[in-house]
């Protein structure tokens, strides 16, 4: 079975950083890309960031630009997402998914999805 498992979150203050990491069951993930998206209370899920499956493109939301950076680790399945700077409106429920292809910023193109890790930032 499939399985895209969440860590890393927790409740942090303004101006704190937090690494989330997503270890993903299948080799086979290490040839998707992969994705970060976030649903805050009363709010659509939204895209974050994606890397491609070799490391070599990376893709961001305006509004985490040079404050979060996703890497991933083929060799341990695991991507990351590392958040500096953090901001009370970056709380949120974090989802990674997972796609066969290149990077992609739609909810809809991505596979497989995990349970989420919550994270709260407070002011």
């Known amino acids: 079975q499939v399985q895209l498992v969440e860590s890393g979150g927790g409740l942090v203050q303004a101006g704190d950083s937090l690494r989330l990491s997503c270890v993903y069951s299948e080799r086979t993930f290490r040839t998707y890309a992969m994705g970060w998206f976030r649903q805050a209370p009363g709010k659509l899920r939204e895209f974050v960031a994606t890397?491609?499956?070799?490391?070599?493109?990376?893709y961001y939301a305006d509004s985490v630009k040079g404050r979060f950076t996703i890497s991933r680790d083929n060799a341990k399945n695991t991507v990351y997402l590392q958040m500096n700077s953090l901001k009370p409106e970056d709380t949120a429920v974090y989802y990674c998914?997972?796609?066969?292809?290149?990077?992609?910023?739609?909810?809809?193109?991505?596979?497989?999805w995990g349970q989420g890790t919550q994270v709260a930032v407070s002011s």
């Open positions: 890397i491609s499956w070799r490391g070599r493109n990376t």
């Open positions: 998914a997972a796609r066969s292809g290149d990077v992609a910023t739609r909810e809809y193109e991505y596979d497989y």
